[in-house]
């Protein structure tokens, strides 16, 4: 063989593999947008990575994250809703009713998956449940919707209460929704309702000077994420205070607050990450319909009824998924 011709064939033994190479598809990068911050949602990430996992799909081997965390100001999500879609991520990943809105304002392309306690259709981020249309699909746990049997649960355990409280965040687009459900279920019980309002931590102190000032006898807190990862002041507060209170969480529950019912966010993070999976292997977000999650938890901390003098009844105490000793 001619020398020329020998160099020729080894160069290009040796440039077909780097082309080759080149030419590989990059690695799909999933977008990450919450309201909170990383702690505060270590458990619903984790559902989302098995989700995704079921479906054959590995952080660092064939995706990469991105996330964006508010940290609790959810006036910042439009601005990282944005950086995420100049990041051009292959799914867009909304965990929360404003990031989901921030997600939406921000791209009318990529496909977004959101999580939500409120109705998708009243919210407008879905035309249909069945069939979404759009670039957005996702679960709900219709945690607003249940907001008025909090208020009946709450009502079991402190009969004697006639005026209760509802703590809502008036950022929170469901909230609204919320406090229209909760007052009506008020009217049917013979209830007065006073509404509180806080969205940032220094609110907390003068909502719950308001509670005591109204002599409420009970606190429903309303579903909110900002609410979630206050869980642990929030029962710290309503235990100190000797106020009975019901919220979404079992986070509040665990941190001292008497009751948490609400939908599992476990099973809604890990329908999310199958779907983000099924997206990710071609299937659009218009054709996969919203997931209703119908696992509702029942927490009720005994030890923190112990220490505001009631008295569970024993059919709640068996209705209940965990008993906090």
Do not use: C
Not at 161 to 179: C, E, F, H, K, Q
């Amino acid at each position: 063989m001619k020398r020329r011709a020998f160099i020729t064939l080894l160069g290009g033994a040796v440039v077909w593999p780097l082309a080759a190479r080149a030419q590989q598809p990059a690695m799909p990068v999933i977008g990450f947008l919450a309201g909170e911050t990383p702690e505060l949602r270590a458990g619903p990430v984790r559902a989302f990575r098995q989700g995704l996992s079921e479906q054959g799909y590995v952080e660092g081997r064939n995706f990469s994250f991105e996330f964006r965390w508010a940290e609790g100001r959810n006036d910042r999500l439009p601005a990282l809703a944005a950086d995420l879609v100049r990041r051009q991520v292959a799914v867009l990943v909304a965990g929360g009713t404003p990031p989901a809105l921030a997600a939406k304002a921000a791209t009318s392309t990529i496909p977004i998956l959101f999580d939500t306690g409120g109705d998708p259709i009243d919210l407008g981020l879905v035309s249909s449940l069945n069939r979404p249309g759009g670039n957005l699909t996702g679960a709900t746990s219709l945690n607003v919707e249940i907001g008025p049997k909090r208020l009946e649960l709450l009502h079991e355990l402190v009969p004697t209460a006639r005026i209760i409280a509802l703590l809502v965040n008036p950022t929170n687009p469901n909230g609204d929704a919320l406090s229209r459900h909760v007052q009506t279920a008020a009217r049917t019980l013979g209830l007065e309702l006073h509404v509180l309002n806080a969205s940032v931590e220094r609110d907390f102190d003068s909502a719950f000077a308001t509670l005591a000032q109204v002599q409420a006898g009970g606190l429903v807190i309303a579903t909110d994420g900002y609410f979630l990862g206050q869980s642990e002041q929030l029962g710290t507060r309503v235990l100190r205070r000797r106020v009975p209170a019901i919220f979404a969480y079992h986070e509040f529950a665990a941190a001292g607050g008497l009751v948490s019912y609400g939908g599992s966010l476990t099973d809604q993070y890990r329908l999310l990450g199958i779907y983000t999976a099924r997206i990710l292997k071609g299937e659009r977000a218009a054709d996969l319909p919203v997931q209703q999650v119908t696992k509702v938890e029942l927490i009720i901390n005994l030890k923190s009824a112990r220490a505001l003098g009631l008295t569970v009844p024993p059919t709640l105490l068996a209705r209940a998924d965990e008993v906090i000793e």
